[in-house]
C-alpha cells in the first residue's frame, strides 16, 4: 500500500471546519474496498490508530486524529448506478447526478456541496429539508462496510450487529447525539462516525423529483406572530389534510438578518423565515398568504420564488449569513462558539428567550422546524471566548433538562464526549465502551471518537 508522509500534503488533511488542528505519521488513500480491507488488517497488525477522513466538513474534529494514520475515502467516488455509489463522492455533485436523471435523494446538509455520501451517512447528516424527510438514515438500503478486524460485509437492515448493542432511550426530538439503539446492524452503523466500521459504498433509497418547489422567505415584526405563525405551519406535519405542508422551515433572527443586510438589501424586521414547499405545478400561494395575514406577518415585503432562478437567488440570501459570520471571524482572528441543539416543541420559546442573552455579539439561525437551532457567539477577544464556551455549557445543561440534546446534526466526534457524557451519564457511556471493545480491542479504529 501507498503511504503519503510529505508534511505539505498531510497538513491539508489534519483540520476541519471546526478549526481543530491534529498530526499524523501516514495518509493512505484506498481506491478499493479491498484496498481498505488490507490497511485496517495492517493497522491491527502493527497496532496502528486509523482515523478515516472525508473531506473535513466535520464540526466536531472526528476525522482529526492525534496519532496514527488517516485513511481518506475520496478516492472510493465512482457512482456504479443512480442508487448505488462510492462512499467517497461528493454528495452534492451525487444529487445533481441523481436529479439529472428525475430522481430525488433528499438529504440535504449544508456542505452538500463539499462533504461525501459516506461521510453523510456516517454521522447520519441531515439539513432544511429533513423537517419533512428525516436525516440521511431512512434513505439509505444498504452498505458495504470494512470491519475493525478487516473483514468485508454488506450490510441491511436484515444484519444483525455482530455485537450486542446497549440500549438506551433518546431523547424525543431531532439528534445525533450517541450511538443509536438499533435493532440491526445498519442503523447502528449509520451515526456510528467511523468508529465501528469503514463504510466504502452505499446504496440509496430514491424518491421521484418534486415536480416544483414554491419559496418564501416571510418576515415577522415580533417573535410573537412568527411562534403564532410557526405552530400552525407545522400542524401539517401530523394532518396531511392541512392547507400549509412545508418540507422546510429556516429561522433568522433579527442579528443574523442585520448581518445579511450588509450584503443583500433586506426589510427591517425582528425575524424571518424562509420556508420551502413542494407542489405539482399550482404553487399554494393564497394559503400561504392567509396563514401570514392571520399572523401579522409583514406580507407586503414577502419575497416570493417559484423558479429555479429564484431559488437560487434565496439560497444566495440565506449563505450570505455565513460568508458574513466567517468575515467576522477572520477578522478577529477568534474562533466562534457554535450551539447545535434540540428541544421539544413546548421547550422553544424558552430556549430562544436564552439564545437573546449571549452578552456579546451573535446570531441565531437554523432549522427551527425541528426546534434545532444554531446560536453563533462570534467572541473578540480570548476572555469573551471563555465566557462564550461558559454560556454554551449553560445552554447544552438547559437543552437536556428541557428534554434536548446536546447535538442535533453535527455528531459528538472529539469535541463533544463531555458534553455526551452530561446528557446520557458515565453508565451509558461506559456500555458503549464495553461495545467498543468488543468490535476494535486494540482501540485501532477512529481512537477518542464520540467516547
Same mark, same amino acid.
Given at each position: 500500500?501507498?503511504?503519503?508522509?510529505?508534511?505539505?500534503?498531510?497538513?491539508?488533511?489534519?483540520?476541519?471546519?471546526?478549526?481543530?488542528?491534529?498530526?499524523?505519521?501516514?495518509?493512505?488513500?484506498?481506491?478499493?474496498?479491498?484496498?481498505?480491507?488490507?490497511?485496517?488488517?495492517?493497522?491491527?497488525?502493527? +497496532?496502528?490508530?486509523?482515523?478515516?477522513?472525508?473531506?473535513?466538513?466535520?464540526?466536531?474534529?472526528?476525522?482529526?486524529?492525534?496519532?496514527?494514520?488517516?485513511?481518506?475515502?475520496?478516492?472510493?467516488?465512482?457512482?456504479?448506478?443512480?442508487?448505488?455509489?462510492?462512499? +467517497?463522492?461528493?454528495?452534492?455533485?451525487?444529487?445533481?447526478?441523481?436529479? $439529472?436523471?428525475?430522481?430525488?435523494?433528499?438529504?440535504?446538509?449544508?456542505?452538500?456541496?463539499?462533504?461525501?455520501?459516506?461521510?453523510?451517512?456516517?454521522?447520519?447528516?441531515?439539513?432544511?429539508?429533513?423537517?419533512?424527510?428525516?436525516?440521511?438514515?431512512?434513505?439509505?438500503?444498504?452498505?458495504?462496510?470494512?470491519?475493525?478486524?478487516?473483514?468485508?460485509?454488506?450490510?441491511?437492515?436484515?444484519?444483525?450487529?455482530? !455485537?450486542?448493542?446497549?440500549? !438506551?432511550?433518546?431523547?424525543?426530538?431531532? @439528534?445525533?447525539?450517541?450511538?443509536?439503539?438499533?435493532?440491526?446492524?445498519?442503523?447502528?452503523?449509520?451515526?456510528?462516525?467511523? @468508529?465501528?466500521?469503514?463504510?466504502?459504498?452505499?446504496?440509496?433509497?430514491?424518491?421521484?423529483?418534486?415536480?416544483?418547489?414554491?419559496?418564501?422567505? $416571510?418576515?415577522?415584526?415580533?417573535?410573537?406572530?412568527?411562534?403564532?405563525?410557526?405552530?400552525?405551519?407545522?400542524?401539517?406535519?401530523?394532518?396531511?389534510?392541512?392547507?400549509?405542508?412545508?418540507?422546510?422551515?429556516?429561522?433568522?433572527?433579527?442579528?443574523?438578518?442585520?448581518?445579511?443586510?450588509?450584503?443583500?438589501?433586506?426589510?427591517?424586521?425582528?425575524?424571518?423565515?424562509?420556508?420551502?414547499?413542494?407542489?405539482?405545478?399550482?404553487?399554494?400561494?393564497?394559503? !400561504?398568504?392567509?396563514?401570514?395575514?392571520?399572523?401579522?406577518?409583514?406580507?407586503?415585503?414577502?419575497?416570493?420564488?417559484?423558479?429555479? $432562478?429564484?431559488?437560487?437567488?434565496?439560497? $444566495?440570501?440565506?449563505?450570505?449569513?455565513?460568508?458574513?459570520?466567517?468575515?467576522?471571524?477572520?477578522?478577529?482572528?477568534?474562533?466562534?462558539?457554535?450551539?447545535?441543539?434540540?428541544?421539544?416543541?413546548?421547550?422553544?420559546?424558552?430556549?430562544?428567550?436564552?439564545?437573546?442573552?449571549?452578552?456579546?455579539?451573535?446570531?441565531?439561525?437554523?432549522?427551527?422546524?425541528?426546534?434545532?437551532?444554531?446560536?453563533?457567539?462570534?467572541?473578540?477577544?480570548?476572555?469573551?471566548?471563555?465566557?462564550?464556551?461558559?454560556?454554551?455549557?449553560?445552554?447544552?445543561?438547559?437543552?437536556?433538562?428541557?428534554?434536548?440534546?446536546?447535538?442535533?446534526?453535527?455528531?459528538? +466526534?472529539?469535541?463533544?464526549?463531555?458534553?455526551?457524557?452530561?446528557?446520557? +451519564?458515565?453508565?451509558?457511556?461506559?456500555?458503549?465502551?464495553?461495545?467498543?471493545?468488543?468490535?476494535?480491542?486494540?482501540?485501532?479504529?477512529?481512537?477518542?471518537?464520540?467516547?
Amino acid at each position: 500500500m501507498k503511504t503519503v508522509t510529505d508534511p505539505a500534503i498531510l497538513d491539508a488533511y489534519l483540520v476541519d471546519a471546526s478549526n481543530t488542528r491534529g498530526s499524523a505519521e501516514a495518509l493512505v488513500r484506498p481506491e478499493s474496498t479491498e484496498e481498505v480491507a488490507a490497511i485496517v488488517r495492517h493497522c491491527q497488525a502493527a +497496532g496502528i490508530p486509523l482515523t478515516v477522513t472525508a473531506r473535513r466538513t466535520s464540526t466536531t474534529a472526528a476525522p482529526i486524529p492525534d496519532s496514527g494514520w488517516l485513511l481518506s475515502t475520496e478516492k472510493l467516488n465512482v457512482l456504479h448506478a443512480l442508487d448505488d455509489a462510492g462512499a +467517497g463522492i461528493v454528495l452534492g455533485d451525487y444529487q445533481d447526478q441523481v436529479e $439529472a436523471a428525475g430522481m430525488f435523494f433528499p438529504p440535504d446538509p449544508t456542505s452538500r456541496n463539499e462533504c461525501s455520501l459516506g461521510g453523510a451517512v456516517a454521522c447520519n447528516a441531515s439539513g432544511a429539508r429533513s423537517y419533512r424527510y428525516g436525516p440521511t438514515r431512512p434513505w439509505i438500503r444498504q452498505v458495504e462496510v470494512v470491519l475493525p478486524d478487516g473483514t468485508v460485509m454488506r450490510v441491511d437492515r436484515a444484519t444483525p450487529s455482530p !455485537w450486542p448493542v446497549p440500549e !438506551w432511550q433518546e431523547p424525543k426530538v431531532k @439528534t445525533a447525539a450517541g450511538y443509536f439503539p438499533a435493532t440491526n446492524f445498519l442503523d447502528l452503523l449509520i451515526g456510528a462516525e467511523g @468508529t465501528l466500521g469503514i463504510i466504502t459504498r452505499v446504496w440509496t433509497h430514491l424518491l421521484p423529483l418534486p415536480a416544483h418547489v414554491l419559496a418564501l422567505f $416571510a418576515f415577522f415584526p415580533t417573535r410573537a406572530s412568527m411562534l403564532e405563525f410557526l405552530a400552525e405551519a407545522r400542524a401539517g406535519r401530523q394532518d396531511r389534510s392541512a392547507p400549509l405542508q412545508p418540507r422546510c422551515l429556516e429561522y433568522f433572527d433579527r442579528r443574523s438578518l442585520d448581518l445579511i443586510r450588509s450584503r443583500v438589501p433586506l426589510t427591517n424586521a425582528d425575524c424571518a423565515l424562509l420556508i420551502e414547499v413542494e407542489h405539482d405545478g399550482e404553487p399554494p400561494l393564497e394559503a !400561504w398568504f392567509d396563514a401570514l395575514v392571520r399572523h401579522g406577518a409583514l406580507v407586503d415585503d414577502t419575497i416570493v420564488a417559484d423558479d429555479d $432562478a429564484g431559488l437560487a437567488r434565496l439560497h $444566495a440570501i440565506r449563505h450570505a449569513l455565513p460568508a458574513a459570520v466567517n468575515e467576522i471571524i477572520a477578522r478577529t482572528g477568534v474562533r466562534k462558539v457554535g450551539t447545535d441543539f434540540a428541544v421539544p416543541d413546548a421547550a422553544l420559546p424558552e430556549m430562544l428567550d436564552r439564545y437573546d442573552d449571549t452578552g456579546m455579539p451573535a446570531v441565531c439561525f437554523g432549522h427551527i422546524g425541528d426546534n434545532h437551532l444554531h446560536l453563533n457567539f462570534l467572541p473578540t477577544t480570548p476572555a469573551e471566548w471563555k465566557d462564550a464556551k461558559d454560556r454554551y455549557m449553560a445552554l447544552a445543561r438547559r437543552a437536556v433538562e428541557l428534554g434536548g440534546t446536546v447535538s442535533a446534526e453535527h455528531g459528538i +466526534g472529539r469535541l463533544k464526549r463531555a458534553h455526551l457524557e452530561m446528557m446520557v +451519564g458515565s453508565a451509558q457511556v461506559e456500555a458503549w465502551r464495553a461495545m467498543r471493545r468488543l468490535a476494535d480491542p486494540r482501540a485501532i479504529l477512529g481512537r477518542g471518537v464520540m467516547v
